[in-house]
């Protein structure tokens, strides 16, 4: 079965600090990762996806890659209240689909 | 770019209706789109992969004359829910790639209710 894992939180920041999210997933031979942020009642919106071992940034949004321990993670530094949302971590199904396994999401509620 | 428009956003039916959502890719073509269900406070749940021109797989557990699947052509997919029940109510989400090196980009849901 596979599976991508995600602590459900709630991760607790407070406004300005970098909020920390985490995701392991099960299927080694899974090639691209994606960072997800639903807000409640919304679809999911794609924030970064990541493919290569290693850091990428895009504005306040950096997500890491490392493929040998099988972990993804993505960084919001200079949160804002407006960062409170789910985030669903999903990594790509190896074998030549293209179907995705979301993680259950783990909610983050940036304070004042 | 990367455009999914779902409709509709929000339905009401009566218990034993159908219910179709549209589902279309505005500005690529989607060779696969993807159909998910989610409950309150529940991550999303695959119901169903589509591609264009062929019968759709459905995942374990999803009735599949219950949730008909058409996918007609590469912006376009649509679900039928048949003889609708109050336990079918649901948050309904239609996704939509490219390609195998390509993210799924989301509709924007169509929330069901049956009475």
């Known amino acids: 079965q596979k599976e991508v894992e995600q602590n459900s939180g709630p991760l607790s920041v407070p406004e300005g600090a970098i909020a920390s999210l985490n995701c392991t997933y099960s299927?080694?031979?899974?090639?691209?990762f994606f960072w997800y942020r639903q807000y409640s009642g919304k679809s999911p919106e794609l924030i970064m996806s990541?493919?290569?071992?290693g850091d990428k940034e895009d504005g306040r949004f950096t997500a890491q890659l490392n493929k040998a321990s099988q972990y993804v993670s993505l960084l919001i530094r200079d949160s804002q209240p407006s960062d409170s949302a789910t985030y669903l971590c999903a990594a790509r199904v190896s074998g030549g689909y293209n179907k995705l396994i979301f993680g259950a999401g783990t909610r983050l509620a940036v304070h004042p | 770019g990367a455009v999914v428009s779902q409709h509709p956003s929000r339905v009401i039916c009566k218990s034993g209706t159908s219910v179709k959502i549209e589902c279309r890719s505005l500005d690529f073509q989607a060779t696969t789109m993807f159909w998910y269900r989610q409950f309150p406070k529940q991550s999303l749940m695959l119901m169903a992969t589509?591609?264009?021109?062929?019968?759709?797989?459905?995942e374990q557990g999803v009735e599949k004359d219950k949730f008909l699947i058409n996918h007609a052509s590469l912006t376009l997919s649509t679900l039928t829910v048949t003889s609708a029940h109050p336990e079918d109510s649901s948050f309904y989400i239609c996704s939509a790639t490219s390609g195998v090196n390509s993210p799924l980009h989301f509709g924007n849901g169509t929330r069901l209710t049956v009475t």
């Open positions: 589509s591609n264009e021109g062929s019968k759709a797989t459905y």
């Open positions: 990541i493919y290569s071992n």
């Open positions: 299927d080694r031979g899974s090639q691209s």
